[in-house]
């Protein structure tokens, strides 16, 4: 599903380049659950936004679903995002003007899907995740996990094949984690969602089904592992 | 996704409350300002435009060559319009007309000035005068016939008569024949009167207007379709020359379209050069200004906040949306704003039309069914929503989406400059204005106070005529036995600008090719201590000598001047060809015009019982008894006359009724850029407290006091400030420079106006950025630490 070559990302300045990313050679399948790990500073995130097209490598190739990333244009980009992609940070990144269920339908918005249809897919969602008697609040009304609910389910909307997760459960507590973690599980199994998601926490790690370890900018280690 | 930004803006706009009512009411306050001003522009464009066939109506003007200069007058022979009329097919139609005055009417004891015109019975095809009653072919063709407009008909006939037939007294003296009734000519037109009448009985009366060595009546003609106005003044421009082969004329005439010499009547040796356009031009720029003004403070708010837009563009871009879409999402919702103001402006436009009408002198009212009025509304709206919304919206929507979501956006070196840059721009033609306002002032103060070389204060003057005009002598010594009464004296002239001038004189060594226009003045003997101008050489003309001193003149020294007369008082000049008259005094040069031109070369002529004139200097204490008195000897010579007069200094201040106008509206509009400009740096110290509110509190923390804190935040805008203080230095200078040019007299351009502009918006800038600096410096330290 998707396949990074020699993946380089720098910063020039003056008389030297610092590498955020070196060489990076990694594939992933369709139905992984795969967590990067790695110390403050390793380039995780770095390389989660180019998964997610939302930065760019300075170097090296980029395949999704075998479409050269690095030759697409802005549109076509911007076009993967809303059908393919969907994201989930670790501030939860809500729009604090709209209400849980406009948060939720934005992407659908901007995919340009009928009134009805979407009226119905919201409301399917809210359900599903046990959410429809919070659709009229606003997200400073909520607590972090309820937020971070809100976060997965607005991902989620467009059926996206690929979900990243920064960090997801850093801002909460272990409660709620778990709740998250066995959330994104049961999108893997059930319906063959394929997560990639960033964490410090060996314990969300186990989650998933695949341990990439990062440090300076560079694979570690890159082994399958097995759910409990 | 409409309802999405829709949502997303209202709910935005109610969340940050001050910056949402700071460009609400800027951006309102701009739209007003610039809708009066396009009101006032379209009003001034459209004078003398409604009459019919508009581009065929031409004035006949001329151009008179003089030694010092050429100038365009409307003055021409009183015989010239039927004459080209006759001897040129291009004329459709042409009328000779005077100037307004006051032509006394009588009917059952009612008596009242009215104001007329002479004019002939083309007046009425070339103009579009709508009438009430009468047969426009028969209008003043006959001998003693007037037409009267509908309220001067009904103030004398009663409401509902057709006074068509019925006869009115014209100066107590002769019976008129009403033959029309015309509707009251419309605000916007320059040609306004009372009463027309027949131009033939006023060319009986003033034969000299026949000659076509004399000019004084104005012309104006309707040319058939599809004249060439340039060939046709190709034809005309000797016609005056050939006519006066006597004289040795001096006049070249011309056709100048009629509606166009409103805006563009101005003339400089033969070009036409300036004119009212150029307040209309100054204007819509100011409108432009102070409109950017306001948009500037929405530019500068919204990415002044754009860290807190930041995470929403983020997301939005994670999800998908394109660039593209932010921009429209941005420029939306500046659009809100921007038609949300056009609402409260159109509300406080209808509030101030009142006394904007009052400043413009103008009875404006908004027309809301005019589609171009609506047009330039809308359009102004909109385009005031795009340029404030596209700098932001493409700021913003040029955030990168990693950047902001994970918080780390900060404020670019590049940002930051171009917000100073526009705070900068802001201010800079804030204090424009305020400087351009206070030069203003001071040169209307300046024009009020110059000592003009007589004393204008406590003088009355009144038209003299009948009964007064005959037995002159009596009156005169009657008004002089009022208590509180110093002098009376009659003269021709009004001493408030031009009235009768030649350039007939010849004197010693005088250049024959020399031809230069001297002001004629008759004067009394007591003229000189009743107006206060004072005698540089010789005397005045005396009682003692009598009837011989009608043969002596007295110039003023600029006359002497440019005569090149040394030791002039016992010289002999002659006057007309025929008339040797000597120089018996010389008196100090007095502004016997608006200080916009230079003392001009004057004589004064001995004719004591001839001045249409009375001059009366009263004391100034108990004003109002001694005017009760001179009215009561002014009745009993002149029963059937309303006593009407005027204070010279009254009249003098309305020479500068348009600079008045100009400095009453040059003030309003700075005093708003100036309250626009405080808005936005309002809203931006508040920004900056609160983005540095964590530096203040570890400040705090460590010692500092508020003094120094408030110092601390105040200093960025005040070198802003210093910086658009010298950027408008030079630009108002050279702007006002060429203003007060047009004064041949002025106050100057004094560099303390500079100073006290510059330290008066220096005070307003730190009055309002101190506000939210106080409240900053105070804040409990631990508060500002707590929230990071």
């Known amino acids: 599903m998707i396949k990074l070559t020699n993946i380089d990302k720098y910063l020039d300045k003056k008389f030297q380049r610092t590498y955020i990313l070196k060489d990076i050679n990694l594939e992933l399948e369709q139905g992984e659950f795969a967590s990067i790990m790695g110390p403050s500073g390793a380039g995780k995130s770095t390389l989660l936004n180019i998964l997610g097209f939302l930065d760019d490598a300075n170097s090296g190739e980029y395949h999704f679903f075998d479409e050269p990333v690095h030759n697409l244009s802005e549109k076509q980009k911007s076009q993967y995002h809303k059908s393919h992609i969907g994201f989930v940070f670790q501030a939860y990144h809500l729009i604090d003007e709209l209400t849980v269920y406009e948060n939720i339908e934005m992407p659908l918005l901007y995919r340009k899907v009928k009134g009805s249809e979407r009226k119905g897919m919201v409301a399917e969602i809210l359900d599903r995740f046990n959410i429809v008697a919070k659709k009229d609040l606003f997200p400073h009304q909520l607590s972090g996990g309820q937020q971070q609910l809100v976060g997965v389910a607005r991902a989620l909307i467009g059926s996206p094949k690929l979900i990243l997760a920064d960090e997801p459960t850093g801002n909460l507590h272990s409660d709620q984690a778990t709740e998250i973690m066995e959330l994104f599980q049961k999108l893997n199994k059930e319906e063959g969602v394929t997560i990639v998601q960033v964490t410090h926490s060996e314990k969300m790690a186990s989650y998933g089904n695949r341990i990439i370890k990062m440090k300076d900018g560079m694979l570690l280690e890159n082994f399958p592992h097995m759910a409990d | ?788």
């Open chain 2, 1 to 788: 996704m409409l309802k999405n930004y829709l949502k997303t803006a209202f709910r935005g706009f109610r969340r940050q409350k001050s910056s949402f009512l700071i460009n609400l009411s800027g951006l309102s306050i701009g739209l007003t300002c610039s809708f009066l001003i396009f009101l006032w522009v379209l009003d001034e464009m459209n004078v003398n435009k409604y009459h019919a066939d508009t581009d065929r109506i031409v004035q006949i003007m001329e151009f008179q060559e003089y030694s010092e200069e050429t100038f365009a007058t409307l003055s021409t022979p009183g015989i010239i319009a039927r004459n080209l009329k006759e001897e040129y097919p291009d004329f459709e139609y042409a009328s000779n007309y005077t100037w307004n005055s006051d032509r006394l009417f009588s009917k059952d004891n009612l008596n009242y000035y009215e104001n007329g015109l002479d004019v002939e019975n083309d007046f009425f095809k070339i103009l579009s005068i709508d009438l009430v009653y009468g047969n426009r072919d028969e209008l003043l063709t006959e001998p003693n016939t007037v037409v009267l407009s509908e309220e001067t008909a009904k103030k004398y006939f009663g409401e509902t008569t057709n006074p068509v037939g019925e006869a009115i007294t014209y100066n107590n003296t002769t019976e008129l024949i009403v033959t029309g009734v015309f509707r009251e000519m419309p605000d916007n037109s320059t040609f306004q009167f009372d009463v027309l009448l027949n131009y033939d009985d006023w060319l009986q009366t003033n034969e000299w207007a026949s000659d076509w060595g004399n000019n004084g009546p104005r012309a104006i003609a309707k040319l058939i379709p599809g004249t060439d106005q340039n060939a046709l003044n190709d034809k005309i421009l000797n016609y005056v020359k050939e006519k006066d082969v006597e004289d040795d004329s001096n006049v070249e005439v011309f056709v100048y379209p009629f509606a166009e010499r409103y805006l563009y009547g101005q003339f400089e040796n033969k070009v036409q050069s300036g004119g009212r356009i150029e307040y209309v031009r100054l204007f819509i720029i100011v409108a432009i200004f102070v409109l950017l003004i306001a948009c500037i403070n929405f530019m500068n708010l919204s990415t002044a906040k754009a860290t807190k837009r930041a995470k929403e563009v983020g997301i939005r871009k994670s999800i998908g949306a394109s660039q593209g879409s932010l921009i429209g999402q941005f420029i939306g919702e500046s659009m809100i704003i921007s038609f949300f103001s056009l609402f409260i402006s159109i509300l406080f436009v209808e509030l101030s039309l009142p006394v904007f009408n009052n400043i413009t002198g103008k009875t404006i009212s908004v027309d809301y069914s005019n589609p171009v009025l609506l047009s330039i509304f809308i359009g102004t709206v909109f385009i005031t929503g795009l340029v404030s919304g596209s700098y932001p919206a493409f700021y913003l929507s040029s955030i990168e989406a990693v950047k902001s979501l994970k918080g780390s956006l900060k404020s670019s070196f590049k940002e930051v400059f171009a917000r100073k840059g526009l705070v900068v721009f802001q201010f800079s033609l804030s204090v424009i204005l305020i400087i351009s306002t206070i030069i203003i002032y001071r040169q209307i103060q300046f024009t009020q106070q110059k000592n003009l070389g007589y004393k204008k204060e406590n003088l009355v003057f009144f038209t003299v005529e009948d009964e007064i005009y005959d037995r002159w002598d009596t009156f005169k010594e009657q008004v002089e036995a009022i208590p509180g009464v110093q002098y009376v004296s009659r003269s021709s002239s009004t001493f408030l600008g031009r009235n009768s001038n030649t350039s007939g004189l010849d004197w010693e060594n005088k250049d024959p090719d020399s031809r230069i226009l001297f002001e004629n003045v008759i004067a009394d003997h007591d003229l000189k201590e009743t107006m206060g101008f004072e005698l540089v050489e010789g005397r005045f003309f005396s009682e003692e000598f009598g009837i011989t001193d009608t043969s002596k003149i007295i110039f003023n020294e600029r006359g002497i001047e440019v005569m090149g007369l040394e030791d002039p008082v016992g010289k002999v000049i002659t006057l007309w060809d025929d008339y040797e008259m000597e120089i018996i005094g010389v008196v100090k040069d007095f502004n016997f015009q608006s200080l916009r031109s230079e003392v001009e070369p004057l004589f004064f002529r001995y004719r004591p019982d001839t001045g249409w004139r009375g001059f009366v200097r009263i004391e100034s204490n108990n004003i109002t008894s001694t005017l009760a008195a001179l009215e009561d000897t002014y009745k009993s010579f002149n029963a059937n006359y309303p006593f009407e007069y005027n204070f010279m200094d009254d009249q003098y201040a309305s020479l500068y009724r348009s600079e008045i106008r100009i400095g009453e509206l040059a003030k309003y509009f700075s005093i708003f850029a100036i309250l626009i400009s405080c808005l936005g740096l309002f809203g931006l110290s508040a920004f900056t407290a609160e983005q540095r509110s964590k530096e203040i509190g570890i400040r705090k923390v460590l010692g500092a006091s508020v003094q120094s804190l408030v110092i601390l935040m105040s200093k960025d805008f005040t070198k802003l400030v210093l910086i658009s203080i010298f950027i408008s230095i030079p630009v108002s200078w050279y702007l006002m420079d060429i203003w007060i040019d047009d004064f041949a007299y002025s106050s100057g351009i004094e560099w303390w106006v500079f100073i006290a502009s510059g330290v008066c918006a220096l005070i307003i800038a730190w009055l309002t950025v101190s506000w939210q600096s106080i409240k900053a410096a105070l804040m409990n330290p631990v508060k500002s630490l707590k929230s990071e």
